[in-house]
């Protein structure tokens, strides 16, 4: 690529040099970390100008003032309307000019995760490479010499990404990147997401393993852990087979202490060498003192799993109490996890796994907790129940509904809700749709539906019944009974949109 500077580029490439030797050296000291403060960064510069409010002042004219570089207001998308927001998932780009960075964007989805954006005006207009569409069109990526910028995560984009970023190193890098023949993108994709359930077995290793209702043991005598693969070689797998995202849950983590559990980090560096698509990371992450009386906060403990490859941290036991909490006081404290840790990597990192027990009733009268009229009645003829929330791992029950707690998060900073049910899970029946429209119609952050998954139809009965912006299964994918190119190509087949995958 050729390309003559005017004076007017040479200052911005200097100016951003400058910011870049900065970024690089804090860069070097806490690596994914900054691939995680997506929700305030507005837009991505090549490369780790990704610094959340520092882009902003410099790019942008807006209430803070910036340095008015590129003429724009940042603004947080509007949830009002019934818009999801964070904006998280695979979405399409509309090219506006030519750039060769984007050449193999064409038709394919790419990773989004942010709640702010810049929208494309007449002055900000010769900057704009590309747009996008979530509500309204927003700017994706800006376009100006050598200057690229996109808001979108070419890092976690699979090979689409990849080969943006050799582009931008090397121009005249060929295209590598499959076109799909069908499944072109157009909107936000419904993403399919594969869930590694994580714990060390009898003898000590690490192991994927998977419960039936949360059973994770062999009915044999010896009651062995199921043992259904290596954490790292699955998720490889995983991602070449298409999936959309990663989750890592580390199943014990509510009696061991992650920071003590270091093979699960590894796991997580690991995996992050070679897998392209954001990765979740759950288990443990709570406040805790070890036994030399050293406090440690859950923010450092999230910390730890961002700086080891995690895009999103999860959050299942303490986000119970933090919400019991703020519903008895109605007060913020600012000092739960789910508070701390959205402050500093923004609410989009911040992930709450519900695991929820059905509880049949004959009447919505007889609890406090919110009630849906179920599909099919109950063993005694019941036609209402709720989703009572558990923690450790399914172990101990609370005061507090599904509903109710999904609510409470989303006030606490949760910026996406992994909605388990125990009732369903490992049976293979398909997922608990009552429960998931009661919970996805009661919050406006998306919502991962898990649990249940057992044919391909499944998937498209959820897209289809409910406003869940996810799917996760786990057995069938670990069994190899259903491939994950199986369910989009039935996904796409049924005109649910997803991103493509190699095999379509
Ligand atoms: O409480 O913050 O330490 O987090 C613990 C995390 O570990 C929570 O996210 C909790 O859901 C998870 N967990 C704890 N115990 C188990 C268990 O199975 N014994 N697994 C467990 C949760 C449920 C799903 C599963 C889906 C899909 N696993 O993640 O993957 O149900 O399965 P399917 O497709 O086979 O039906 P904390």
């Not at 419904?190 to 077995?201: E, G, Q, S, Y």
């Not at 539906?449 to 998937?459: D, I, L, P, Q, T």
Request: net charge negative; proline share 3%; glycine share 10%.
């Amino acid at each position: 690529m050729v390309q003559q500077w005017s004076a007017y580029e040479k200052g911005i490439s200097e100016l951003l040099q400058l910011i870049l030797m900065r970024l690089s050296l804090q860069y070097a000291m806490f690596r994914s970390s900054f691939f995680s403060c997506a929700d305030t960064q507005v837009i991505f510069l090549f490369f780790y100008f990704l610094l959340s409010q520092m882009i902003l002042q410099i790019t942008f004219i807006c209430a803070v003032k910036g340095l008015g570089l590129i003429p724009g207001v940042v603004g947080r998308f509007d949830s009002s309307n019934g818009l999801r927001v964070p904006h998280i998932g695979w979405n399409a780009l509309q090219t506006t000019k030519d750039t060769e960075i984007l050449d193999d964007v064409g038709g394919h989805h790419v990773y989004f995760v942010h709640s702010y954006r810049v929208m494309p005006t007449d002055a900000n207009n010769e900057w704009i490479s590309s747009i996008c569409n979530y509500g309204d069109s927003f700017v994706s990526s800006i376009t100006r010499g050598n200057v690229h910028a996109v808001q979108f995560h070419p890092e976690k984009s699979g090979d689409v990404g990849i080969s943006i970023l050799k582009k931008f190193l090397d121009p005249s890098s060929s295209s590598k990147t499959k076109k799909s023949a069908i499944g072109k993108a157009s909107r936000l994709a419904k993403r399919v997401i594969a869930c590694l359930d994580v714990r060390a077995n009898d003898k000590g290793d690490l192991v994927v393993t998977k419960g039936d209702q949360y059973d994770v043991r062999e009915q044999s005598n010896e009651k062995e852990v199921r043992n259904l693969g290596k954490p790292v070689d699955l998720a490889g797998q995983y991602y070449k087979d298409g999936a959309d995202e990663v989750s890592f849950l580390n199943i014990t983590g509510f009696r061991d202490f992650p920071l003590g559990d270091l093979p699960m980090l590894q796991i997580l560096r690991y995996t992050s060498e070679n897998v392209f698509v954001p990765l979740t990371v759950g288990g443990g992450i709570r406040d805790f003192t070890d036994g030399n009386g050293r406090y440690y906060s859950s923010l450092e403990v999230a910390s730890e799993y961002f700086r080891s490859g995690a895009d999103k941290i999860s959050v299942g036991s303490d986000a119970v109490y933090a919400a019991e909490e703020y519903l008895r006081t109605g007060v913020k404290t600012g000092k739960t996890s789910l508070e701390q840790i959205s402050r500093v990597y923004g609410n989009q990192a911040v992930v709450v796994s519900i695991d929820p027990r059905r509880v049949y009733v004959r009447s919505p009268d007889d609890v406090e907790f919110k009630t849906i009229k179920v599909s099919s009645p109950g063993p005694s003829g019941e036609e209402y129940a709720w989703y009572q929330c558990t923690v450790n791992g399914g172990r101990e029950v609370r005061p507090i509904g599904a509903f109710e707690l999904a609510k409470a998060v989303e006030e606490l900073g949760a910026g996406e809700i992994l909605l388990n049910c125990i009732d369903c899970d490992g049976q293979g029946h398909g997922f608990d749709i009552d429960l998931i429209k009661l919970v996805s119609d009661a919050v406006t952050i998306p919502v991962i539906a898990s649990s249940g998954a057992g044919a391909v139809e499944h998937f498209s009965e959820v897209f289809e019944k409910t406003n869940a912006s996810a799917a996760l299964a786990a057995g069938i994918f670990h069994r190899k009974e259903v491939p994950i190119s199986s369910v989009k190509q039935h996904l796409l087949q049924n005109g649910i949109e997803v991103r493509a995958c190699d095999g379509h």
